[in-house]
């Protein structure tokens, strides 16, 4: 039975494919679950029996004696097909070995030849008896028969405690593999209802149905689920959310564009070459965007749309509904054949009373066949110490003439004796004998199953006809170790492993990637959609309500420094090529080496964490005055440059400010900014709300997809790559406070309305599932099956079968004592009879010579 469970089970997974329409629970899995209940609290009244260690490997030997060792091992490892197994069984059960394994059923045919050869005929045909004579028989020959009977009523005794000793065993052992049945059908079905242990398999597959009901799309949009048209509901109404979000990050992501730009960083000329000098408020504006934007991604709104994303991806694309409902079929497929084997292995056990009948046989014509077979022997050893008593104190008597005759009472008793004996001892050799011959095969079968692991199947696929190749070998070979064994298969070994989850051991192909459905339904579904919702949470900081972004004082410092710096006025000589200009020019135009790109002069303003803080930085303009007032020449509005050098130092102020109105008329900047879908400018800076709708966001539609935003890279000049930069400000402080206000709107919506969906329909069944779909149980009642059926029935059926075999040596030993008395008594008692009965022809003369002497006197 346990064999035919494992092996069913193993075909179920090995077998398992997906149907056209799946039927999760039908009403016969309730009706089952109910009859097993039932037949649980009928059967399972006593404790089932636990062996100690040292106990178990007492018994463990005992199986092995029983089965010869791995012979039943070798057989089943060495055929390829069932069929082939039976018959190398059968050549392995070889007269020979059947002899050594069931000898006492051998000895039955051979007591049965020597009894009707021999003692039947010596019994009853006096021609057949040979070497009669008188005997005379010491007293101590007498004593040591006596002996003889006491020992085998002292053996016959042993037998009897044997024999209910085995038996009451095997009663307990069956009892305990019935109420283990009945407790194996009533978990899985119903589960162990103790707080996270196994939910039952119907509670697995109504969560699957469930799951299943509610991920279900349709063909029309009318057919989706309930759960996913509410679902669509709030991602509709939610969207707004992640278009700020969107928009905020595109909006950052454009500026640290502009930011990092090389063209930007170290402006050149329209050849490409080098104008020497450096933006160097860009370094500390891409410091101040990095740390806004990491409060941006770490924000309520950030969150909320992580959150909602994360949904709409798991539970809004059709694909993924699909992917998901798909793996919710392919892992139920071989819990519902499982289930279907339970009702197939188990359902008789449960629904009949077959189990229970055959125990209250056991308990009424077990023992009475066990006590009448010991009785039996009992009877027949009584008769021989009446016989034995009988000749001992009356083997003789004297007739009324003085004679002295044998009784024939003691050869008759003795016959009636030993003649039973033979009669009784042929039939205890043959109940041990096949109770023997029965435990071999069972034996066997006991040492596989508490062997059996992945590696053990692995060597017996022929036998158990399945293929445990591939992938699908070893899920079946992991859920045999783990689920029977409580073991895990590893380079090192087998290692301990306690309640293992089931879902771990199904896997399954997600897009070329063997992956577990745990890792599907619980990795990829539940705790990523947990964590985005966890992370809403983090990012109140313990609030109730969702602090602005707006204000953050990250993004309030960079919307300081992008409204109050200046490209232009922080636009200056390159640090490498001071020195060569401080060196070249005249001591009163040293001082503008620093001079910014700026036509006027710039203070850099304070408290922004800027270097130079306060300082104010010369312009172009009051370098060109001082040219003009070192050189002469003309004097532009920003700009200009002596006409005629006198001599070096001069030349070096001219190639300066070369450089510096180069910087002022150059379109080699790189501007960016939005643009629409027909590729034409746009700037948030333009964005108009009307409630809930807003114009000029430069988002394109997504279709199924989010919705974005593309941006445009175009030539621009100094001072309007800084007045770009500088209205960033407006553009920032404008898309924070959308999503500021978007975030306030969809707070309830994401974080109560979508999650308690969420939760309620998809969340919570997961975890139900991953946590109560456990399989520890099947250990625990694998292994009291095991020990049951094995160290208890069968070691039982063993000890009583031993019991018999004794009985029957202590009878045929009667036989030997009571033959050897029977044949003792018989042949005086015949003696006697011819001493006082001659032959007819004496008698005739005899009674002439009486004539003759008579006639005389």
Not at 41 to 57: E, N, Q, R
Not at 212 to 217: A, C, I, T, Y
Not at 264 to 276: A, H, Q, V
Not at 534 to 553: K, L, V, Y
Request: with cysteine.
């Amino acid at each position: 039975m346990m064999m035919r469970t494992l092996i069913c089970l193993l075909a179920v997974v090995g077998q398992a494919t997906e149907t056209d329409e799946t039927i999760y629970v039908e009403a016969g899995d309730y009706t089952l679950a109910e009859m097993a209940e039932t037949k649980k609290a009928s059967m399972c009244k006593k404790s089932s029996v636990a062996l100690t260690d040292d106990a178990k490997t007492g018994l463990r030997t005992a199986l092995d004696g029983m089965a010869g060792g791995d012979a039943f091992l070798e057989v089943m490892q060495g055929a390829e097909t069932p069929q082939e197994f039976g018959q190398e069984l059968a050549v392995k059960m070889s007269p020979s070995f059947m002899i050594s394994k069931a000898g006492p059923l051998v000895f039955t045919f051979i007591m049965l030849g020597i009894y009707l050869v021999c003692w039947c005929w010596t019994g009853c045909c006096p021609l057949c008896r040979c070497c009669k004579k008188e005997r005379e028989v010491p007293a101590m020959f007498k004593l040591v028969a006596v002996g003889l009977l006491f020992a085998i009523c002292a053996g016959m005794l042993m037998a009897t405690i044997m024999a209910m000793s085995g038996f009451g065993t095997a009663q307990v052992g069956f009892e305990q593999t019935g109420c283990e049945a009945a407790s194996l059908v009533d978990y899985t079905m119903s589960g162990q209802g103790d707080e996270g242990s196994f939910i039952g398999m119907i509670k697995v597959l109504e969560t699957f149905q469930s799951l299943s009901d509610n991920l279900k799309q349709g063909d029309d949009p009318s057919d989706k689920s309930d759960f996913l048209k509410n679902l669509d509901t709030i991602l509709d109404n939610t969207e707004d959310i992640s278009n700020s979000v969107t928009l905020a990050s595109s909006t950052m992501a454009l500026l640290i564009s502009m930011m990092d730009d090389p063209a930007n960083l170290e402006p050149k000329d329209t050849s490409g070459n080098s104008l020497k000098h450096e933006c160097t408020i860009c370094t500390p504006l891409s410091t101040a965007l990095t740390a806004a934007k990491e409060a941006l991604d770490g924000g309520v709104g950030t969150a909320l749309d992580g959150a909602r994303s994360q949904v709409k991806e798991q539970l809004g694309d059709p694909e993924q509904l699909a992917s998901m409902t798909g793996s919710l079929t392919e892992a139920s497929a071989p819990l519902i054949q499982f289930k279907g084997m339970m009702h197939t292995a188990f359902g008789p056990l449960v629904k009949d009373d077959t189990v229970p009948m055959v125990l209250d046989m056991m308990g009424t014509y077990g023992t009475l066949g066990s006590v009448g077979l010991i009785m039996g022997g009992f009877g027949v050893v009584a008769c021989g110490l009446a016989s034995l008593a009988i000749w001992i104190r009356m083997e003789k008597q004297t007739d009324e003439d003085g004679v002295t005759k044998h009784r024939g009472m003691v050869h008759r008793c003795a016959c009636c004796t030993w003649c039973t004996a033979c009669y009784y001892t042929m039939f205890a050799f043959a109940v041990g004998g096949i109770l023997t011959a029965l435990t071999f095969p069972l034996a066997g079968m006991c040492l596989v199953l508490e062997d059996v692991d992945s590696q053990l199947l692995g060597s017996i696929t022929g036998m158990i006809n399945l293929n445990f190749t591939g992938a699908m070998g070893d899920m079946m070979g992991d859920m045999v170790d783990q689920c029977f064994q409580g073991q895990m298969l590893t380079d090192s070994g087998f290692v301990p492993v306690t309640d293992p989850i089931m879902l771990k051991l199904i896997t399954l192909n997600d897009n070329g990637t063997t992956i577990t459905m745990y890792e599907k339904v619980v990795d990829k579904t539940r705790d990523m959609i947990n964590t985005k919702f966890d992370e809403i949470t983090a990012s109140m900081g313990g609030g109730d309500s969702a602090p602005p972004m707006n204000s953050d004082p990250q993004v309030v410092k960079l919307k300081a420094l992008l409204a109050d710096t200046s490209i232009e006025g922080m636009m200056t000589l390159k640090s490498s090529e001071t020195s060569s200009f401080e060196s070249a020019l005249a001591p009163a135009l040293k001082q503008y080496v620093a001079a910014s790109a700026k036509c006027t002069d710039f203070t850099i303003p304070s408290g922004l964490d800027l270097p130079s803080e306060g300082t104010t930085m010369a312009g172009i303009k009051d370098f060109s005055d001082a040219m003009v007032a070192e050189y002469g020449g003309v004097n532009t509005v920003c700009g200009g440059q002596v006409a005629v050098c006198p001599d070096a130092a001069c030349n070096a102020a001219n190639e300066l400010m070369d450089l510096k109105t180069q910087l002022q008329s150059v379109t080699t900047f790189k501007c960016r900014r939005f643009k629409t879908a027909l590729g034409a400018p746009c700037d948030v800076k333009d964005m108009v709300a009307s409630g809930a709708t807003y114009t000029g966001d430069c988002l394109q539609d997504g279709g199924d997809a989010a919705d974005f935003v593309e941006q445009d890279v175009y030539d621009c000049s100094l001072t309007e790559f800084t007045t770009l930069v500088q209205e960033f400000e407006v553009r920032l402080d404008k898309v924070f406070s959308r999503l500021d206000i978007s975030a306030d709107t969809g707070m309830a919506k994401i974080t109560g309305d979508m999650k308690t969906e969420v939760k309620t329909s998809v969340l919570d069944p997961i975890t139900m599932v991953a946590d109560g779909m456990t399989c520890g149980f099947l250990k625990s009642s694998y292994h009291s099956l095991v020990t049951g059926m094995c160290y208890q029935g069968v070691v039982g059926l063993k000890d009583m079968s031993d019991a018999y075999v004794l009985c029957a040596s202590m009878s045929f030993l009667l036989i030997l004592v009571m033959y050897t008395v029977w044949r003792i008594a018989i042949d005086n008692a015949t003696i006697d009879t011819w001493s006082v009965a001659p032959e007819p022809d004496d008698v005739s003369s005899l009674k002439d010579e009486g004539k003759a002497e008579e006639a005389t006197r």
